[in-house]
């Protein structure tokens, strides 16, 4: 008789714990892991090098949307599990314009205020087998003449004007993503170390983000 | 018999104007963020019709308090999850508690931004829940519409579970925040959700998926239990039950004054029993039972514990019939 008490309450206390359990199962069915475009896909100025540790930080308060004054913060709104409601940045529909104020409004550690030479979102990349005035279809600088860093982060290729090249001062803010006129983008935002001309082949498209 | 201040019985309505408030200045601060993100463009020409309508009436409803609409309104930001207000971070407790948990380490600048919730809830106990919360709003309204449908003869759900559910729900949220290394209670958490999927719903163009699942809370109210979500279910309510166990302003029966016609429990959305002087750590001091008290015998006392049961009200059938055989005898 004792065992089948002690059988009830231990039947009863599983159940309860599937109970409490089971909205968190909901969340997490609803939102499943999938993997984004990484090219479409980068941090917010100041954020945490590491994803898994920017996911531990961020509370999904939404204030660093909030305050963007060009609305380029975009949320895992129903993508993403472990990342739901984290914040990123589609360069090619919107740029950052570095101008701190979601570092500053960030009540957690994980987007730290970041002096704008020392932020990392990453690198422009460009394809030059794309891009207008390297494929020889005329002249365009668009990328060079919007970028808020100017000289340091993007110029034009010595003895070949109107060619424009990455250099190593850029913070990936992506505006020359945004601004570029090809349709095809030939310029996107990528991790650091992938540099800064694109390599063709499968191998080179992928990022760990 | 001290007089009552009449302002007790009016405490729910304030309550009401609070909650009220709260619920559309987080759908205004949307609308506010997208008129600044149009007036930091100098859009205004080539906005479509209805992006010109928000910008006007924006306009129309800030430019008596800002001359610099693009950093002025920055006074106000964010959600009950977390905030800016005039320069004072407040955040949500169960935030602070679900993030320490996540990254199990303690980012103190964060931590201080619960302490003006901290300190409230210790003093007037889980007011956040009955006059803050946004999602109390909705539940609030959910609760009267069941009532209407329930008087027009359609039958809803009104069970109830062990009111222990939610301290168990609290703790296998954080425990899973720990595993899972993110905040998984933001997800599961009304307030939370309502602040964020209003500002998606505005000002980054459709719902998330946070939506669904508050549908399925008020489904869960309005067909398997009254105010199910809050009372059972809720870790947020769970941890600020826990803070406000002590605290230090509660409702109180006066015995002397009571007729016993149950109403308060009747009224009571967290199912509680201020007819035999059952509020425990669960009350949030919404006022409800003071308000439709007929003899005004609820009131507010400084107390760190409830007084148990007194007995019988003074003005009610039992307490006289008792009374009246005792002198009998």
């Known amino acids: 008789m004792r065992r089948r008490a002690f059988l009830k309450r231990f039947g ?42 920017f996911n531990r930080a961020c509370i999904g308060c939404g204030l660093c949307g909030e305050v963007c004054p060009p609305r380029c913060v975009e949320f895992e709104k129903r993508e993403g599990a472990d990342g739901l409601n984290t914040p990123y940045i589609d360069p090619a529909k919107k740029a950052c314009i570095l101008c701190n104020k979601c570092m500053e ?58 060619k424009p090249a990455v250099r190593e001062g850029c913070v990936g803010c992506g505006q020359c993503v945004e601004v570029c006129p090809e349709p095809s983008l030939p310029i996107w935002i990528v991790n650091r170390s992938e540099g800064t001309v694109a390599k063709h082949g499968v191998a080179a498209r992928r990022r760990s983000y | ?55 006007d009436s924006m306009e129309w409803l800030t430019a008596p308090f800002v001359s610099d609409a693009e950093h002025d309104l920055d006074v106000i930001k ?8 005039f320069g004072l971070q407040i955040s949500d407790p169960l935030a602070v508690l679900s993030q320490i948990s996540a990254s199990l ?82 997800a599961i958490y009304p307030p939370a959700i309502i602040g964020r999927e209003l500002y998606y719903a505005i000002a980054q163009g459709g719902f998330g998926v946070g939506a669904v699942f508050f549908i399925l ?20 309510g769970a941890l600020y ?3 406000g166990r002590y605290r230090l302003l509660r409702i109180q029966r006066v015995v002397s004054q009571c ?28 006022t409800a039972c003071i308000a439709v008290c007929p003899t005004d015998a609820l009131e507010f006392r400084i107390a760190i514990k409830d007084i148990p049961y007194q007995g019988p009200g003074h003005l009610g059938q039992t307490y006289r019939r008792a009374e009246k055989a005792e002198a009998e005898s």
């Not at chain 1, 794309?130 to 860093?149: F, S, T």
């Not at chain 2, 509680?272 to 669960?282: A, M, R, T």
Request: charged share 15%; net charge neutral.
């Open chain 2, 241 to 243: 039950s826990l803070l």
């Open chain 2, 105 to 186: 380490s303690i980012y103190w600048p964060f931590v201080l931004t619960a302490l003006v919730p901290l300190v409230v809830t210790a003093v007037l106990g889980r007011v956040f829940c009955g006059w803050i919360c946004p999602a109390t709003f909705i539940y609030e309204l959910n609760d009267t519409l069941a009532g209407w449908l329930r008087r027009a003869g359609v039958p809803l759900g009104d069970k109830e579970f062990d009111k222990r559910t939610k301290y168990l729900v609290l703790a296998v949220g954080l425990v899973l925040s720990m595993l899972l290394g993110s905040v998984v209670t933001a």
């Open chain 2, 217 to 236: 809370t008020i489904l869960f109210d309005l067909l398997v239990a009254r105010r199910g979500f809050c009372r059972y279910v809720c870790a947020g």
């Open chain 2, 78 to 85: 964010g959600t009950t999850w977390s905030g800016n207000l």
């Open chain 1, 105 to 162: 409004v960030c009540p957690t550690d994980a987007l730290t205020i970041t002096p704008i030479r020392e932020i990392d979102m990453g690198i422009a990349q460009i394809d030059r087998a794309a891009c207008y005035p390297w494929v020889g279809e005329g002249i365009c600088g668009a990328c060079v003449a919007i970028c808020p860093l100017g000289e340091e982060a993007i110029g034009f290729e010595f003895a070949n004007i109107y």
């Open chain 2, 1 to 55: 018999m001290i007089a009552k201040p009449v302002i007790l019985r009016h405490l729910n309505k304030l309550r009401w104007l609070v909650l009220t408030s709260i619920f559309l200045m987080l759908v205004l601060l949307p609308f506010i963020h997208l008129y600044q993100t149009y007036v930091a463009a100098h859009a205004y020409d080539l906005l479509y019709p209805n992006e010109k309508l928000i910008y």
């Open chain 2, 259 to 286: 007729n016993d016609c149950k109403k308060c429990n009747v009224v009571c959305e967290f199912g509680l029993d201020p007819l035999q002087d059952g509020f425990g750590q669960e009350c949030n001091n919404c």
């Open chain 1, 12 to 53: 009863a206390y599983a159940a309860l714990i599937f109970a409490a359990a089971t909205p968190y199962g909901l969340v997490r069915l609803l939102a499943p892991k999938v993997y984004a475009d990484p090219h479409r896909h980068i941090p917010l100025p100041g954020a945490l090098p590491d994803i898994d540790a």
